[in-house]
């Protein structure tokens, strides 16, 4: 059983810059690919960006390309989300996911563990 904690969401003007972090425990951390998720208002979860097990591919969503980085530290049992440039319609809560799959996915059903997430509003 592997627990995902979130955290550095908040509050930042349009522009502005976050790093997400989200600690892992439980689990062999490097056994899983790992991704972050939005999710608006009224809206469905979706994919922002996820990395391989070694975080040597990654994946990013066309709306957030060139904006957002993600990596993972496997010695910190932690990925990350850089994300500058914020728009106001980046406003959601950020999740991450982890997957026992061996390539990363895009797809949220096949992902096993989430964590509780995390709010990020960016003001116009």
């Known amino acids: 059983q592997v627990q995902l904690v979130e955290s550095g969401g908040g509050l930042v003007q349009t522009g502005g810059s976050l790093r997400l972090s989200c600690a892992a425990s439980g689990g062999t951390f490097s056994s899983y690919a790992m991704g972050w998720f939005r999710q608006a208002p009224g809206k469905e979860r979706e994919v922002v960006a996820t990395?391989?097990?070694?975080?040597?591919?990654?994946y990013y969503a066309d709306s957030v390309k060139g904006r957002f980085i993600i990596s993972r530290d496997n010695a910190k049992n932690a990925i990350y989300l850089q994300m500058n440039s914020l728009k106001p319609e980046d406003t959601a809560v950020y999740y991450c996911a982890a997957t026992a799959r061996y390539y990363a996915t895009i797809i949220t059903q096949n992902y096993d563990y989430w964590g509780q997430g995390t709010q990020v509003t960016v003001s116009s």
């Open positions: 990395i391989s097990r070694s975080g040597g591919s990654t």
